[in-house]
T-cell receptor, first 112, second 110 residues
Framework: DTAVSQTPKYLVTQMGNDKSIKCEQNLGHDTMYWYKQDSKKFLKIMFSYNNKELIINETVPNRFSPKSPDKAHLNLHINSLELGDSAVYFC???????????FGSGTRLTVV | QKEVEQDPGPLSVPEGAIVSLNCTYSNSAFQYFMWYRQYSRKGPELLMYTYSSGNKEDGRFTAQVDKSSKYISLFIRDSQPSDSATYLCAMSGGTYKYIFGTGTRLKVLA
C-alpha cells in the first residue's frame, strides 16, 4: 500500500503543452508539498497545502498551479510547458512541522 | 551563499568503513535537522531527524548537530554496498518549509 503515490511516473511532452501531475497520500497527514528536483539533485520547494489551504507559495512561474481538492490529494497543473521545466517533481506529505516528509517516487517530466 | 551547503561528492569508501557526511548552514534559526537517503530514480526517504543540538543514534546511523558551529553530520558505521545512494540533509526553523542541501553521492565498494 503506497503511502504517497504520484501519477504519471514519466511524462514526455512537447513545449507549449499543458499537463497535470496527480498526488495522493493515505497517511492521514494534514500537509502536502510539491518539490522540484533538478539535474543536480537539488530539491526546491514549490508549494505546500495544509488542510486544503495554500501555506507556501515560492517564487514559481504562474504557469504552475497547484490544486488541493481535499487534504489527501494535491495536484499540479503546468501550462505552456518550457524546456526548463524538465525535472523530477516530487510530492510529499507530513504530519506536522517537526517530523519530516514522506515523499512519493517522483514524476520525471521531459519537455522536448 | 546558499543557506545549506553540502559537498556533492562522490564519496567512495570500501565496505565496512565508517562514513561521515556533513552539512553546514548559515541560518541560526534552524532547529529541526533531518537526513534523507535517495536511491537512484526513487524518492528521498527519511533516515534520521534531530531537534536542536546533540546526537541521535539508530542502528548503524548516528546524527550529530552542532548549532554553535552551524554544522551537522551523519555517520554510517560498517558501511554496506546497499548504503550507496545520495544523502540529503534538510533543515527548518520550525515552519513547514525545509531547506535541502544538494546531496552527497556515496559509493560503498564491495
Amino acid at each position: 500500500d503506497t503511502a504517497v503515490s504520484q501519477t504519471p511516473k514519466y511524462l514526455v511532452t512537447q513545449m507549449g503543452n499543458d499537463k497535470s501531475i496527480k498526488c495522493e497520500q493515505n497517511l492521514g497527514h494534514d500537509t502536502m508539498y510539491w518539490y522540484k528536483q533538478d539535474s543536480k539533485k537539488f530539491l526546491k520547494i514549490m508549494f505546500s497545502y495544509n488542510n486544503k489551504e495554500l501555506i507556501i507559495n515560492e517564487t514559481v512561474p504562474n504557469r504552475f498551479s497547484p490544486k488541493s481538492p481535499d487534504k489527501a490529494h494535491l495536484n499540479l497543473h503546468i501550462n505552456s510547458l518550457e524546456l526548463g521545466d524538465s525535472a523530477v517533481y516530487f510530492c510529499a506529505s507530513s504530519r506536522d512541522r517537526s517530523n519530516g516528509y514522506t515523499f512519493g517516487s517522483g514524476t520525471r517530466l521531459t519537455v522536448v | 551563499q546558499k543557506e545549506v551547503e553540502q559537498d556533492p561528492g562522490p564519496l567512495s569508501v570500501p565496505e565496512g568503513a565508517i562514513v561521515s557526511l556533513n552539512c553546514t548552514y548559515s541560518n541560526s534559526a534552524f532547529q529541526y535537522f533531518m537526513w534523507y537517503r535517495q536511491y537512484s530514480r526513487k524518492g528521498p526517504e527519511l533516515l534520521m531527524y534531530t531537534y536542536s543540538s546533540g546526537n541521535k543514534e539508530d542502528g548503524r546511523f548516528t546524527a550529530q548537530v552542532d548549532k554553535s558551529s552551524k554544522y551537522i553530520s551523519l555517520f554510517i558505521r560498517d558501511s554496506q554496498p546497499s548504503d550507496s545512494a545520495t544523502y540529503l540533509c534538510a533543515m527548518s526553523g520550525g515552519t513547514y518549509k525545509y531547506i535541502f542541501g544538494t546531496g552527497t553521492r556515496l559509493k560503498v565498494l564491495a
